[in-house]
């Protein structure tokens, strides 16, 4: 009896002496080197390869604990010293709280350096700004982790799904329309946050932190007339899903090396994202060699049985997502219904572990299997890293470089510094929650563009104009009172998160409410023309202000993060000169006629639709992708030696093909082979002037026009972008390189690239190239 007591006794220490017990103060880990037991588990050998560590965790394990990982509150399991851990953490644009894995109360870290929302951030057009967010925001959530504030260090960001209709509610989390400049996004972002270097191939095994791109693939609706992303069928064309879709998460995958990928709601061409075997294993893992991760969006495994009927049962779900690729799910559907389709055959203990094998190769490559974290290369990171200066004036450099001037008549902007009276009229003025956009943390810091003003001018005043952005009441007689009495006049107006956020799209393209009436009122009242901000995630008609003389300039702010108040005030006072430009396509309210649920890229003008983004549509714009105003002037002009002709002798092609009554040749750059291709890259150089007396930060963008738009050919297309400082006067160089093998190519009917002989217009601003490809 004695000794049994003295077996429980000493088997009661080895447990807690084998978990890591989690305090305040306390990251969780396994491996704990003050527990000799751990010298027995191949696991915790961090002189073995990850995999072989894997393999023996996994093979420790018995069905019930298996299953019991595969959701993303994943519980400890105590024998083998593993503590609880969850999958779901935020960091769209800054470590946030909006998942289960963070935690500001209660601990040494109460907030975060918010960046602009994406959107904003986007238009900014820097890829080494993208990166360079993202490391910081990779480092803030290491040291969120280090302080034993967080359970878990997979964040579900980027979104990096296409911003296909200017209705979608979830635009604003998004780089914009552009698949180039998704992709790019994504690249930066994932490499900053996971550790690499900018130019990527220097991570290794080790994550600083772990991204995961979503949603895959063909998401952006959320909930328009009825139709929910639960339910919503999306029928995608081959085209349309190899040259607007997929690219963005096949760069995530291959370039930016993310160790997670999240698979939709929705189901695409009939196929619930997260069952289908094709997406997920054949195109991520097989054809873009991922090495990671797959989770469910929340509780997409559930509606794959409950509400699309996909499934016939719980376990034909849990099978289907299982056998797909999938790894876990966020929800408990997994952790209810796994172990009846086994015992159904409905899914194999094979899959559970190949699943488990992916989940426990990311903790570990996060060193949660290493021993204690402060004592490993990361360990460092603490608290004096979250909210540093360098960090949030990286947040105001990314709202300056984002926000957009859209109209500045008579060069109204930027005001004077001896300006006396201001008044500040709107909704969005002085409400600092509005400027985060959604899935944001404490900010470190809150400043409204109000506040952010009356540090310019003393004598500023101020009227909210109407209740709130619906503007359902308004006080148009105030308002106006105040900008009789003012000397300028700022409506600061828009949408918020009531307007458009997830699980909510626009219906109107229109400002909400009376808005449009106030801002017409007060700028008809006002001694001189006004200044209109909008801020949104999402385009807006305001083409009355666009054409209203009383109304002398227009800033986007999108939602421009903690710093967004204080870079407006810069721009509006010259401290700052906007370089931002817009990465989507402004639509007009008569866009609204389009069902949202049409998912085609490409016009079919016979019958009135008038396609998507500003590489297809046709139709009326507001403001046009790419555009944007500045306080100086710029020119370009082609300066390297380019071929006028490309010739493509490609040998090992028996006969050239031809393509429909038209006989235009073509190759499929398939055959034309890489190392052909990589023959055939050539470099220019494009010469850009700033002509006027303030120096600024200008993004330069390179865009390919076919000389005819034929068998669905964007209109045009973003090749290349870069961005370059120039001193008042100054004249600078960017460089691009381009391969005709994408540049040049498009997409046929099939999904497959191919190269048409004929003539290509490489442009810049004004200044164009002729170029023209022989077969």
Not at 578 to 601: A, I, N
Request: with cysteine; aromatic share 10%; glycine share 8%.
């Amino acid at each position: 009896m004695r000794l049994q007591n003295l077996t429980l006794l000493t088997t009661l220490i080895s447990i807690s002496l084998l978990i890591h017990v989690i305090s305040s103060d306390q990251p969780p880990f396994s491996c704990d080197s003050l527990n000799p037991t751990t010298k027995s588990y191949a696991f915790c050998k961090t002189s073995l390869p990850i995999n072989q560590r894997v393999e023996d965790l996994v093979s420790r394990l018995t069905l019930d604990e298996k299953i019991s990982q595969l959701v993303n509150t994943v519980p400890s399991i105590p024998r083998l010293g593993i503590p609880k851990y969850e999958w779901w953490s935020e960091a769209l644009h800054g470590v946030a709280d909006a998942g289960k894995g963070i935690r500001f109360f209660n601990g040494t870290i109460r907030s975060a350096t918010s960046f602009p929302q994406v959107i904003l951030t986007a238009a900014s057009f820097d890829a080494h700004l993208w990166y360079r967010i993202g490391q910081a925001i990779g480092i803030e959530a290491r040291a969120v982790y280090n302080e034993g504030q967080a359970t878990g260090m997979t964040f579900w960001a980027p979104n990096i799904n296409i911003f296909r209709d200017p209705r979608w509610g979830r635009g604003q989390e998004t780089p914009g329309e552009d698949p180039l400049v998704t992709s790019k996004y994504a690249v930066s972002y994932v490499r900053g946050v996971q550790g690499d270097s900018f130019e990527g191939g220097k991570l290794g095994e080790n994550l600083q932190a772990s991204a995961c791109c979503k949603h895959f693939t063909a998401y952006d609706l959320d909930n328009w007339k009825g139709t929910n992303r639960f339910v919503f069928d999306a029928r995608v064309t081959a085209q349309d899903l190899a040259d607007t879709y997929q690219p963005p998460f096949r760069s995530c995958i291959k370039e930016g090396r993310a160790s997670g990928i999240m698979c939709a709601y929705n189901r695409v061409n009939g196929v619930p994202s997260c069952a289908d075997h094709n997406l997920l294993s054949k195109t991520a893992r097989g054809l873009w060699g991922f090495h990671g991760y797959i989770t469910s969006d929340c509780d997409a495994v559930s509606i794959i049985h409950d509400n699309q009927g996909y499934a016939k049962t719980p376990e034909d779900a849990v099978g289907d997502v299982l056998k797909a690729g999938m790894d876990v799910n966020c929800g408990t559907y997994l952790q209810k219904y796994t172990k009846s389709a086994v015992l159904q055959k409905k899914v194999s203990e094979t899959d559970i572990n190949r699943a488990l094998y992916n989940l426990f190769s990311i903790r570990m490559r996060l060193g949660h299997f290493n021993g204690n974290p402060k004592h490993q290369p990361l360990g460092n990171i603490g608290p004096n890293h979250v909210c540093t200066q360098e960090h949030q004036n990286l947040a105001l450099e990314a709202a300056r470089d984002g926000i957009v001037l859209l109209k500045n008549s008579a060069k109204l902007l930027p005001l004077s510094k001896s300006t006396k009276y201001l008044g500040i009229i709107g909704p969005n003025a002085n409400v600092a929650k509005t400027l985060l956009g959604n899935y944001f943390g404490p900010p470190c810091k809150s400043v409204t563009p109000f506040q952010a003003l009356t540090k310019y001018v003393k004598n500023t005043f101020y009227h909210t104009g109407c209740e709130s952005v619906s503007c359902s009441s308004v006080n148009i007689k105030e308002a106006v009172e105040l900008a009789k009495s003012v000397e300028y006049v700022m409506l600061i107006m828009g949408l918020d998160q009531t307007q458009e956020k997830e699980e909510k799209d626009r219906l109107d393209l229109v400002l909400p409410g009376e808005q449009q009436n106030l801002i017409v009122c007060v700028a008809k009242a006002a001694r001189k023309p006004v200044i209109l901000v909008i801020l949104s995630g999402g385009p807006v008609d305001i083409s009355f202000a666009k054409y209203d003389r009383k109304i002398g300039s227009i800033l986007w702010g999108g939602y421009p993060g903690e710093a967004g108040g204080i870079a407006l005030a810069e721009i509006i006072f010259g401290d700052h000169n906007p370089g931002g430009r817009l990465p989507v396509t402004w639509y007009p309210q008569e866009f609204t006629k389009v069902p949202m649920t049409d998912m085609r890229m490409r016009p079919a003008l016979a019958s009135g639709y008038p396609g998507r983004t500003y590489r297809f549509y046709e139709g009326k714009k507001v403001f046009k992708f790419g555009y944007g105003l500045s306080y100086s002037t710029y020119s370009y002009n082609f300066v390297s030696t380019i071929p006028n002709s490309l010739y493509f002798n490609i040998s090992n092609v028996q006969e050239l093909k031809k393509r429909g009554s038209d006989s235009i040749p073509y190759l499929s750059v398939s055959e034309m082979g890489n190392h052909n291709c990589e023959s055939m890259k050539f470099s220019l150089s494009v010469e850009v002037q700033n002509s006027r007396e303030m120096s600024g930060k200008h993004p330069v963008l390179l865009f390919v026009q076919h000389s005819e738009v034929r068998h669905g050919s964007p209109i045009e297309e973003l090749v290349g972008f870069e961005t370059v400082h120039l001193n008042a006067g100054e004249r600078g160089e960017t460089a691009f390189v381009l391969s005709p093998c994408e540049h040049l190519s498009r997409v046929n009917e099939d999904g497959l690239m191919v190269m048409e002989e004929g003539s290509y217009f490489l442009v810049v601003g004004d200044a164009e190239y002729k170029l023209t490809v022989f077969l």
